[in-house]
């Protein structure tokens, strides 16, 4: 079985101050870990992955995140938010057991992100 | 949104009609996946089909049903006795990155209003 636990449901911060994200994952197997953003109306955009590589894995629009197994945990990270990365956003866990089927996903909850000027 | 098509839009439907709603990829992905969402809520699972003439169940199928006859078509119909059909759908496809590494590719969504 697998979970994820997205800790804020929304988050507010300023243009060009940092962000943080939060997501806790529970995961039988060696998981695969994603986040994905989702703008009003739109369907989801893959921001970044971690697939058993590097613990620290780098994205798109300067976002990053690091799994840190012994506090299963994959936090999304941007040093200077800026006003278009107003959107809500998505961990996500793939179960990768053997005979995973349809290799399905579990989603967090989201976390809305608002950015002031 | 990458070559993955969900329509229409929008759309609107009087309570007690089935309505299907559109997917077709051309990225030539073998599975094929149906979520809802509401507000507040992540992404669950309708159903989903690992290749074609072939469909499974996810965590919320009641109520709604699938068909897999082409690689590239995997229309979902939402029936009456689907009980809050009201929410956002969203269409994905798969695709192997490596070994057990996968990728889903997400539609633009269909907003479906039932009143």
């Known amino acids: 079985a697998q979970s994820v636990t997205q800790l804020d449901s929304h988050v507010s911060v300023s243009e060009g101050t940092p962000v943080l994200l939060r997501c806790n994952y529970s995961?039988?197997?060696?998981?695969?870990l994603f986040w994905y953003v989702q703008h009003p109306n739109k369907g989801l955009q893959l921001l970044l992955k971690y697939t058993s590589a590097a613990t620290l894995v780098k994205g798109i629009n300067g976002f990053e995140a690091e799994f840190k197994k012994s506090e299963t945990s994959f936090h999304l990270t941007k040093p200077s938010a800026h006003m278009s990365d107003a959107a809500e956003y998505f961990c996500v866990v793939s179960d990768r057991s053997p005979g995973a089927a349809g290799n399905k996903l579990t989603f967090g909850g989201g976390t809305r992100v608002l950015v002031k000027p | 949104d990458g070559g993955i098509t969900q329509s229409p839009k929008y759309l609107f439907r009087k309570e007690g009609q089935n309505v299907t709603l559109s997917c077709e990829q051309n990225?030539?992905?073998?599975?094929m996946y149906w979520y809802r969402q509401d507000p507040g809520q992540g992404l669950r699972l309708i159903y989903y089909?690992?290749?074609?003439?072939?469909?499974q169940k996810g965590d919320i199928a009641e109520g709604y049903s699938v068909s897999r006859e082409k690689k590239e078509s995997f229309p979902l119909t939402v029936t009456s006795a689907q009980k809050n059909p009201t929410a956002f759908y969203l269409c994905a496809t798969t695709h192997r990155t490596s070994g057990s590494s996968y990728e889903q590719y997400f539609g633009p969504g269909t907003r479906l209003t039932v009143t």
């Open positions: 995961s039988s197997y060696s998981p695969s």
């Open positions: 990225l030539n992905h073998d599975a």
């Open positions: 089909s690992q290749i074609v003439n072939d469909f």
